[in-house]
């Protein structure tokens, strides 16, 4: 690995860039200098950065504000799927024009956020960021599922921000059946029932065990062989693990377009914990960390306040704790994953201490706990 203090003097932040229906495009990444701390050089920064953005199911806007960040050769190994929100004034450089034309031919999607003058080469490669002008429109700074859908009927084609500040309003109960199941499921897995007993329960929908099924054979559930039947993953995966990937489940079992932008940004937190746990091999707390975060949105999904979806749920007195009232020992962990979804300035020191975490492994969790729900589709 390059120099390892890059991603120690930086703090990554990322937003989702959402196409119509709630289809999730490509995931931006930013980030925030320390105070009083030198940024570092490109050269340094973007090495690190670019080993973690090949995957192959990964898509990701990177943003490029100089020149000296454009010519860095790191950038020749990003996938043609990666999108770069560049700087106006790079237009005006001759060599960044240029490198930017061979970027675009390449396939990658250029980006600004500024208004591109109708005459400028680039011109009709490019997504603006403005809300009013050009054909192609991206609105910045979208906070709530309102504000998404407002974005869409006034003719923007993309939108960058997490819709995940809702307030929560009762919902029409679709989905109902298909939750309880996935709760019953997920007592019978605590309660250490048979494997025909949790089969029966999967085989009472079809949809939900073809999900399941599609989760356990992703990329990131990372096993070594095709998983075909209930009783294949428990084998393979053990009732901890498998009781993890039943919580996406539930997230899941409510999705809808409108849901949907909940859904993704409710399993990049569960992954995120995840791997903060690991990191610090705390083993204890590691399947409570991701149950926070999978289910840190259902009541916006669910249209229910989370004192009451939780009460009947099989979870430790620390998730509700801190899903509820924010308090307890897991509630910082869940205060750092929300504050990585921020646009705004921040600082993170108290949450890391809180967390006893360093900003290196926060950022390099964070990317691959990216990858992976990139991996989980």
Not at 115 to 133: D, E, I
Not at 270 to 285: E, P
Not at 297 to 302: E, G, N
Not at 327 to 334: N, R
Request: hydrophobic share 45%; net charge negative.
């Amino acid at each position: 690995m390059p120099h390892a203090s890059a991603l120690n003097q930086i703090t990554l932040r990322h937003a989702a860039v959402h196409g119509g229906n709630g289809r999730l495009l490509a995931i931006r990444l930013d980030w925030q200098m320390l105070p009083g701390v030198d940024a570092p050089a490109p050269e340094a920064l973007l090495p690190e950065l670019v080993q973690f953005l090949c995957g192959p199911s990964a898509q990701w806007m990177l943003p490029i504000s100089t020149p000296e960040a454009l010519a860095c050769p790191a950038l020749d190994a990003l996938p043609s799927t990666t999108w770069l929100d560049y700087h106006i004034a790079l237009l005006d450089d001759a060599a960044s024009l240029a490198r930017l034309q061979r970027m675009a031919d390449r396939g990658l999607t250029l980006v600004c956020q500024q208004r591109v003058p109708p005459h400028a080469t680039l011109a009709s490669r490019t997504l603006l960021g403005s809300p009013v002008l050009g054909e192609q429109r991206l609105l910045t700074g979208v906070r709530t599922l309102d504000q998404m859908e407002s974005a869409f009927r006034h003719s923007a084609t993309t939108t960058l921000g997490w819709p995940v500040h809702n307030p929560v309003t009762p919902s029409s109960g679709n989905g109902e059946a298909d939750i309880r199941l996935v709760l019953e499921i997920l007592r019978r897995i605590d309660q250490g029932d048979s494997v025909d007993k949790l089969e029966a329960c999967l085989d009472r929908s079809p949809t939900l065990a073809f999900r399941l099924m599609g989760y356990l054979n992703s990329a990131a559930c990372n096993l070594r062989s095709e998983v075909s039947s209930l009783r294949h993953a428990i084998m393979m995966l053990g009732y901890a693990r498998l009781r993890q990937w039943v919580a996406l489940l539930l997230a899941s079992s409510v999705e809808t377009p409108r849901t949907r932008p909940l859904m993704q940004a409710a399993i990049r937190r569960a992954f995120l914990l995840q791997k903060i746990a690991a990191c610090q091999g705390n083993l204890d707390d590691h399947g409570d960390l991701f149950l926070c975060g999978a289910f840190s949105l259902l009541d916006q999904m669910l249209g229910k306040p989370m004192a009451a979806l939780l009460d009947t749920m099989p979870i430790t007195a620390e998730v509700k704790d801190s899903l509820v009232r924010g308090t307890g020992p897991l509630a910082p962990y869940l205060q750092l994953a929300r504050l990585l979804e921020s646009e705004s300035p921040m600082d993170p020191e108290a949450i890391h201490e809180a967390t006893a975490t360093t900003r290196q492994e926060v950022n390099h969790a964070l990317l691959d706990a990216l990858n992976m729900a990139f991996a989980s589709g």
